[in-house]
């Protein structure tokens, strides 16, 4: 019995965000792979992309957010706090997608820092408000402006309508 072999077809040129680039300082070759374009077709390979982009842009803002004393998980309540004012701890497990005991831990470190507060909700005794602080909105407004430039760099590889687009496009991913 003979094998019969289908003719191979050249892989496509990777574009240029798939080309190798040297790593990162600090990081490993392997570290900085990227799915490669033949495993696109993978279930797996969109969550291995999306994850690899995370990476990337939350390795820069752990590195903009330290000299401030905050780290990741602090900023996405530092956000909703700014954005919606104050809100109850059970509010916030639902907006950040927190279970409850992160939700009390990233709460007591804002208070611990000065940067949040639990107070009494008027008409429910048993009811916080977790609030901002005036130290609170002042570090996440330095927090935000240094965070601009590191943002900038790590979408530099896409034009600004791309980063438009892709604003969009995560939005309608993630709203559900």
Same mark, same amino acid.
């Given at each position: 019995m003979? @094998?019969? #072999?289908?003719?191979s077809r050249p892989a496509p040129e990777p574009v240029a965000s798939e080309r190798s680039a040297p790593p990162p300082a600090g990081r490993s070759a392997a570290a900085t792979k990227t799915v490669p374009p033949a495993a696109d077709v993978s279930p797996f390979a969109m969550g291995l992309l999306l994850r690899q982009a995370h990476e990337q842009v939350a390795e820069a803002m752990d590195e903009v957010l330290r000299p401030f004393?905050?780290?990741r998980r602090h900023l996405m309540v530092l956000m909703r706090l700014d954005a919606d004012g104050p809100l109850s701890q059970r509010d916030l497990v639902v907006l950040t997608r927190h279970d409850k005991a992160s939700m009390v831990r990233i709460v007591d470190d804002l208070e611990r820092l000065g940067l949040a507060s639990r107070e @009494? =909700? =008027?008409g429910? #005794?048993? &009811? #916080?408000a977790v609030t901002l602080t005036d130290e609170g909105r002042r570090v996440f407004a330095d927090a935000h402006r240094a965070a601009t430039p590191a943002a900038d760099s790590a979408l530099q590889p896409l034009t600004a309508g791309e980063i438009a687009q892709l604003r969009g &496009? &995560? #939005?309608r991913l993630t709203s559900r």
């Open positions: 003979t @094998a019969t #072999r289908t003719p004393g905050i780290e @009494a =909700v =008027v429910d #005794r048993r &009811l #916080r &496009l &995560l #939005r």
